[in-house]
């Protein structure tokens, strides 16, 4: 079985500070893990992932992302945060040998001036 | 085209009519997936169709729910008698080789 958490459904930030988007995941198998973005009216449009390369994944965007088994997180950050940054951020884990994406419920990311 | 293309982009409907939604995967995805994303529930996962393999429907809520993937491209997701608590955003994804690309979604509102 999968299943990710994402913790808190809003994350507010002034431009130019850090973001933070927390996701923790469940799985009895080494994950396949996912950040995906979307913005107002949209699909989803994948930021980055994980496939048991480098653990410190760079995505578009600036963001990246650290795999931790210890923890089982796949936090996702961005140095300095910027307007065209709001949008909703989703976190996904996919099980090798799997091909559907279970999905968190997602984190509104907003960016004040 | 480019991308995975859905439509149409909104659908309005009364409770108890039927309703088709239609998905066109990205040229030569061989796997294309449903899901729904409803307020408050993130985006669930209803079906998966991999090449001429038997669809994984694993997710489908209810036998209301039915979806085919005519030749291998164009998908048709279809409700039958829609209840309110089938309004959401429906997203359809195609992949080639693991990573899914989405496309922009139809809006289904049940009144």
């Known amino acids: 079985a999968q299943s990710v958490t994402q913790l808190g459904s809003h994350v507010s930030v002034s431009e130019g500070a850090l973001v933070l988007l927390r996701c923790n995941y469940s799985?009895?198998?080494?994950?396949?893990l996912f950040w995906y973005v979307q913005y107002p009216n949209q699909g989803l449009q994948l930021l980055l992932k994980y496939t048991s390369a480098a653990t410190l994944v760079k995505g578009i965007n600036g963001f990246e992302a650290e795999f931790k088994k210890s923890e089982t997180s796949f936090h996702l950050t961005k140095p300095s945060a910027h307007m065209s940054d709001a949008a909703e951020y989703f976190c996904?884990?996919?099980?090798?040998?799997?091909?559907?994406?279970?999905f968190g419920k997602g984190t509104m990311l907003l960016v004040s001036p | 085209g480019a991308g995975v293309s859905q439509s149409p982009s909104n659908k309005v409907t009364e409770k108890g009519k039927d309703v088709e939604l239609r998905c066109d995967p990205i040229?030569?995805?061989?796997?294309l997936y449903w899901y729904r994303q409803s307020l408050g529930q993130g985006l669930e996962f209803l079906i998966y169709f991999q090449g001429n393999s038997a669809p994984d429907k694993s997710g489908l809520p209810s036998d209301r729910f039915s979806a085919e993937r005519t030749g291998g491209s164009v998908s048709t997701l279809t409700i039958q008698r829609t209840q309110q608590e089938d309004s959401a955003v429906y997203l359809c994804?195609?992949?080639?080789?693991?990573?899914?690309?989405f496309g922009p979604g139809t809006r289904l509102t049940v009144l």
């Open positions: 996904a884990v996919r099980n090798s040998g799997y091909s559907t994406l279970t």
């Open positions: 040229s030569g995805h061989t796997a």
């Open positions: 994804a195609s992949s080639l080789s693991g990573e899914q690309f």
């Open positions: 799985s009895s198998v080494p994950p396949y």
